[in-house]
């Protein structure tokens, strides 16, 4: 097992030099609302947020909500900034470093409320954005540890496309238990990690419930299975698979069932940010 931190300050490193090299007012391309400078600031504020959130002992979303007022005003230049980012980095790192990964602490996740959620939530933010960056600057991408691309997947689909599904104060018309999600008729699909010969199974289906506002939804979603076999299959190395869930990359090799495909294309469509 890759060790988190190491990763998350080797690619927040990789994503400062490269959207240093980049125009300020660049759009960047994975993200269009963004430009290279909102990129910096972006993943600026988000190392501190999660740095005070554990340094606090935060546990409650109105505990949260204050961390999100007392962050960091933006500074106006990008050099401050990168400065900024590397300090809050080295906190963030030296918070997560100094607790397990059992300890209690504050996510949007209801149902993992852990320093080990966060770790592991913040991993994927610096290597999607370090892609992010390296696109914007209009550099060659640098590949995804083979480890850490499977945990990506992993991730997205048991989090990015998963999490409003598995909060509370839903009232569900299916049998799948605590998660609101209808499958499809036609079966799971592989997405087939060709460097790491394993495959990790999903199945597609559309997410439905009724929430405590009373809003209806009925979305696209999947969940992570051990059924076997799969009718159809999304095959490639771990980072083609990683990149493209999480919409960093073009879609792999598809072939299979046309109809499960299509509805794990119309997962993955959703976007990750």
Wanted: proline share 7%; with cysteine.
């Amino acid at each position: 097992m890759f060790d988190h931190t190491s990763v998350i300050a080797t690619e927040t490193e990789r994503f400062a030099e490269a959207v240093t090299a980049a125009d300020p007012g660049a759009i960047v391309p994975t993200c269009t609302d963004w430009t290279a400078a909102d990129l910096l600031w972006h993943l600026t504020e988000v190392h501190a947020f999660w740095a005070r959130i554990l340094s606090s002992g935060v546990l409650t979303d109105e505990e949260s909500e204050a961390v999100e007022q007392d962050k960091p005003p933006r500074p106006d230049d990008p050099d401050e900034t990168v400065a900024l980012l590397r300090a809050e980095t080295d906190a963030l790192i030296a918070e997560l470093e100094a607790r397990p990964d059992d300890q209690p602490a504050w996510s949007w996740f209801d149902s993992d409320q852990t320093v080990g959620f966060i770790r592991k939530m913040q991993v994927h933010e610096a290597v999607m954005h370090r892609i992010d960056a390296e696109l914007v600057a209009g550099r060659a991408v640098t590949p995804i540890d083979p480890e850490v691309a499977e945990a990506g997947i992993r991730h997205a689909v048991d989090v990015m496309f998963a999490w409003w599904g598995t909060l509370p104060g839903f009232t569900f018309t299916t049998e799948q238990g605590p998660v609101a999600l209808t499958m499809t008729d036609q079966g799971p699909v592989a997405l087939t990690m060709t460097d790491q010969g394993r495959s990790v199974l999903v199945h597609p289906g559309r997410w439905r419930g009724v929430g405590q506002s009373g809003t209806s939804y009925d979305e696209p979603g999947m969940l992570r299975v051990t059924e076997l076999p799969p009718v159809a299959a999304f095959t490639g190395t771990a980072e083609q698979l990683d990149r493209w869930l999480w919409g960093r990359g073009d879609e792999p090799e598809a072939d299979g069932d046309a109809a499960a495909l299509d509805a794990v294309r119309a997962v993955q469509a959703g976007g990750i940010q």
